[in-house]
């Protein structure tokens, strides 16, 4: 009998460990956010006014950041059109942001859109006035015109 039970405990302990780490990775996965890692970016956003006029010429993908020379994690203000590092390097956009108060910038990494009034993603396909600059951001990064995308 003690041998039935030293069996059956020593053949669930694995089962009972599996299951804890299994129900640890579920917390650490919800308390990061990184659940479904799919962030949904706004079609619409209400500081669409501050963007710089002159969005076809910008400067190139692998411009530094123009305060510290940071090479990489750059954004470029659609406000002003200046290059600054991002939130993880020297977090110089996000200083000019709150300087400046201008609060759309495409990052230079993924071409994403973040506006920083509405602490979102903006969806720079769907956003007409977006559109041209991610266009040509897309060309000067990958040298050729961004794929078509169907909404």
């Keep these: 009998m003690a041998n039935q039970e030293t069996g059956s405990s020593s053949s669930s302990a694995p089962q009972g460990h599996q299951v804890q780490l299994q129900q640890e990775e579920e917390e650490l996965l919800s308390i990061s956010g990184a659940e479904s890692g799919w962030v949904e970016a706004r079609t619409s956003c209400d500081h ?11 400067p190139t993908p692998d411009t530094s950041c123009y305060r510290c020379q940071h090479p990489n994690e750059n954004w470029l203000c659609l406000c002003c059109k200046d290059v600054l590092c991002s939130r993880f390097v020297n977090k110089h956009m996000l200083q000019h942001f709150q300087q400046s ?21 903006l969806d720079a396909q769907v956003i007409m006035q977006l559109q041209p600059v991610y266009e040509t951001a897309y060309i000067l990064k990958f040298g050729e015109a961004p794929p078509f995308r169907r909404v």
């Design 48 to 58: 669409l006014a501050s963007l710089s006029s002159d969005l076809a010429h910008i």
């Design 101 to 121: 108060n201008h609060c759309l910038a495409l990052s230079y990494s993924d071409l994403s859109v973040w506006c920083f009034s509405c602490d979102a993603y």
